[in-house]
């Protein structure tokens, strides 16, 4: 199984972004989805998830800035992120049971 994240980069404050998450090898639809993220010398914290039934769940901070979806035909996790805020910035991880992508980096300047 592989989760490939993509999408980051760097945005100034009030920007958007969309992360990508691509999953190979596993049974997509029967799983629940999540991204993750951390900031530097701050611990990994749950951003959002989706269950099969595309019900989400999103942290406090994220205050109805970002929205998270699948694909379940083309097996794709996404992360539309608005109102980006320089707090925003850290490594943003997709995850699945118990595995992981490999990151992607948000950066957003002020």
């Known amino acids: 199984v592989q989760l490939q994240a993509s999408g980051g980069g760097q945005v100034q404050a009030g920007g958007s972004l969309r992360l990508s998450c691509k999953a190979v090898?596993?049974?997509?639809?029967?799983?629940?989805f999540a991204w993750y993220r951390q900031a530097p010398g701050k611990q990994r914290e749950l951003v959002a998830d989706?269950?099969?039934?595309?019900?989400?769940n999103y942290a406090d901070f994220v205050e109805g800035r970002f929205s998270i979806s699948r694909d379940n035909v083309w097996r794709m996790l996404y992360l539309q992120m608005n109102s980006l805020k320089p707090e925003d910035t850290a490594v943003y991880y997709c995850?699945?049971?118990?595995?992981w992508g490999q990151g992607t980096l948000v950066t957003v300047s002020s």
């Open positions: 989706i269950d099969v039934n595309h019900d989400q």
């Open positions: 995850n699945s049971q118990q595995w």
């Open positions: 090898g596993m049974n997509f639809r029967i799983f629940r």
